[in-house]
């Protein structure tokens, strides 16, 4: 079946479902290819490259995506895992290519260095949709739409709460940042500096962790040799604030009394720490973007316009919130 066609069928088939749609409103399964919860007549082709498994949100992220994207509600998700390496995600996206999906998605490792791949799917004709990162492309037009939580945000209001809590205390603070070079790290350790300007919270150091807990764990183990009076860790993510815990305990310290954390993501392991009392506060980023997603490519697909950015809505937690949120937490 040609992509013209696929395109048209799909566009007569969100008209159809829109029209349904008014007719009759009842509770609706997971959204589908054609929006109605059911079986579609057409299927949809996704091709998705994943950063990788780092972290907890990222499993969490993957599953959303894998249970969305399901044969069911009207997709064939094609789904690659980059283990965080840019040169694997641009070889995933040619290869969708080659194989002339309906729609590319990915989470781009790092911002930088995608005009070139970007450019080779658009001269094919195929839709590209950006979930969680952002890319530095000037050109816009590279990609339909950009679906994931405000890093900036999320780094400024973990900012602001330490210096609610802290400032006027003196506190030296070393942070453990995210991926190099990737829109996470960028953008969280901008938002966090901006809300401590001025504040007497001082940082003493600042290295990568990669998101993954074992780095966070070595890269605080030489903070403590380095430091002897560390007060406060901002960890870009759970895991890595989780590795913080691991190295604080080992050295003799109490993490979260002796030496407090701030941390973002919010997944289960991340708000048990909080509740347990070993974090003191979580901004939370929202992993779960396949239902966005999944109809963001109908549209695409449809020909239909699509919003060129989707900010997800992220919450944080206190001690107390986490002991409130733990039991219905999804992820
Ligand atoms: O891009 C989102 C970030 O990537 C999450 O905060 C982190 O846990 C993940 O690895």
């Given amino acids: 079946m040609s992509r013209n066609f696929r395109r048209a069928s799909a566009a007569v088939l969100a008209a159809l479902t829109a029209a349904s749609l008014v007719a009759c409103s009842s509770e609706q399964a997971p959204q589908s290819a054609s929006g109605d919860g059911g079986a579609t007549t057409d299927t949809i082709t996704l091709g998705f490259s994943q950063v990788g498994a780092e972290s907890g949100w990222r499993a969490a992220n993957t599953k959303s995506i894998q249970d969305t994207l399901t044969a069911e509600n009207g997709f064939e998700l094609k789904f690659s895992d980059a283990q965080q390496k840019q040169e694997n995600q641009i070889q995933a996206i040619r290869s969708y290519i080659q194989q002339q999906v309906d729609v590319i998605a990915f989470s781009p490792v790092v911002e930088s ?13 195929i839709p590209v949709i950006l979930t969680d990162r952002a890319v530095d492309s000037e050109d816009e037009t590279l ?25 006027g205390e003196g506190m030296k603070m070393v942070e453990l940042q995210g ?13 966090f500096a901006s809300a401590i300007e001025g504040s007497d919270i001082e940082v003493l150091d600042s290295q990568t962790g990669n998101f993954t807990r074992t780095e966070g764990k070595q890269v605080m183990e030489g903070f403590l ?5 560390i007060d406060l860790v901002f960890a870009h993510n759970d895991d890595m604030g989780l590795g913080a815990i691991e190295a604080i305990e080992a050295a003799g310290k109490v993490p979260g009394e002796d030496i407090k954390i701030i941390t973002i993501d919010a997944v289960k392991d991340g708000m048990q720490a909080l509740a347990d009392g070993k974090i003191n506060y979580i901004v939370e980023c929202n992993p779960l973007l396949g239902p966005d997603l999944a109809d963001v490519a109908t549209k695409v697909v449809a020909g239909e316009d699509v919003e060129k950015r989707i900010v997800v809505e992220d919450a944080a937690f206190d001690q107390e919130g986490a002991k409130e949120a733990l039991p219905d937490r999804q992820y």
């Fill in 113 to 125: 260095g995608w005009d070139a791949v970007l450019e080779e799917a658009k001269s094919a004709g």
């Fill in 179 to 191: 991926t190099t070079g990737s829109a996470p790290a960028i953008d969280r350790k901008e938002g």
């Fill in 225 to 229: 040799q380095k430091y002897d009076d």
């Fill in 143 to 167: 990609y339909e739409s950009f679906i994931g939580s405000d890093f900036v945000e999320e780094g400024h209001r973990a900012g602001e709460w330490a210096v609610e809590q802290y400032d």
